[in-house]
Structure formats: C-alpha cells, structure tokens
C-alpha cells in the first residue's frame, strides 16, 4: 500500500500471460465455447481450494457451460446479503437455474480457521491494532466473519438451510448437501432435513 511502490508483474504472471498468448493464437478456445446459460441448470457453491479447480469438475462429469461455480473459502455464506447469495440470485433468476448443490470437502483450509489467529498474523504483517479495534467498533463481528467450522457436515447442513430459508430464493430451488474427498474425488451425500430420502444413497 505504500507510496512509490510501482506493480510489479511477477515472473509467475508472466508465464501465464505467455501461455495465453500461445492458448489464443492456437485457437486453444474452441472446444470451450458455449454460452452463458447452464446446460444443466445447477449451481455449485465449493470451495476455493486448489486440489478442487480441475478434480471437482472431473469427478462430476462436469463440462464448460455446464454449471454455474461459486467458490470461496468454505464454501459458505458468510452473510445472508453478501456474495454468494447475491450470485445466487443470479444464476437462478437470469439464468434459469433450478437447482443447488453445496459441496464442501474433506481436509478443508477453512475448518478450524481461528479468527485470533489470522488477527495475529495481521498484526505480523503491518495491521495495527487500532485498526481491528477501529473495525469492530463498526460492528464487524471477526469471530462469525472468520472463523471455520469444526464440523463439516454440520457446516453443510448450515448452508443448505440457509439457502432454503432465504426469503429471497423461490420455494421451488432445490438445495442438496454434499461432501467431496479432496484426493479420489468421492462424492458423498449430507442428509439434511427437508430432503426426500434417497433409498440408494449410501
Ligand atoms: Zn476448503
């Protein structure tokens, strides 16, 4: 944030810039092209996680064009009027899309995520404490805002009601919780409450 600090492009940036140069002189774009509606008129609330960006998609059977994809860290609502929910709306009412999966993921960043913690690490880099006291004089809440979940499942349920109950998301929108494993890619099914159960699922 200082002054005279000009932007620095890394060597990383770079090389992605050069492959993409490479990737649109080759046409590498046409077996992508599609268009901005979801074939299968689902969204996927997940995660950021890297082990997800190409597992998750391939674990599904997932296509470009197939879904709509929100992710953050968690892949939770972290505010009833923030984001996610406002990406939601969306998908389902410009979008045409019907139902919702949530799939957290096994061994997630985000479980156990302290917001004392990451406040410490703040201060480590230069945030003073007046400012964290300053912010939460506003009324931001650090605890609900940053901490993570201890319990997965429970997490899961959590975001499905919440998107459920949210008074702006039609009765109609389907909403179904699931786990995926981070490493084989095994999806597996969060019974919550108001879903008809499924006599094969496992
Ligand atoms: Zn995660």
């Not at 391939?58 to 996610?84: E, Q, T, Y």
Request: aromatic share 6%; hydrophobic share 45%.
């Amino acid at each position: 944030m200082g002054v005279g600090i000009t932007q620095k492009i890394t060597a990383m940036i770079d090389e992605i810039l050069a492959f993409n140069k490479a990737f649109v002189a080759n046409k590498g774009y046409e077996k992508y092209i599609t268009n901005k509606y979801p074939d299968k008129k689902i969204a996927i609330l997940s995660c950021m996680d890297t082990r997800l960006t190409e597992l998750l998609p391939a674990a599904l059977g997932l296509r470009n064009g197939d879904v709509k994809m929100i992710k953050n860290a968690g892949g939770v609502i972290s505010h009833p009027f923030g984001s996610v929910i406002r990406s939601l709306l969306v998908a389902i009412y410009e979008l045409g899309v019907k139902e919702v999966m949530v799939i957290a993921h096994s061994d997630c960043g985000a479980c156990h995520m302290n917001h004392e913690e990451m406040i410490e690490r703040m201060k480590a880099r230069g945030v003073k404490q007046e400012t964290i006291d300053m912010i939460r004089f506003c009324g931001v809440d650090f605890a609900s805002w940053l901490d993570g979940f201890e319990d997965t499942e429970k997490s899961v349920r959590g975001t499905v009601q919440a998107i459920l109950s949210h008074p702006l998301i039609p009765h109609d929108i389907m909403v179904s919780g699931f786990i995926i494993h981070s490493v084989t890619g095994e999806l597996t099914r969060v019974s919550c409450e108001p879903v008809v159960q499924d006599a094969s699922a496992e």
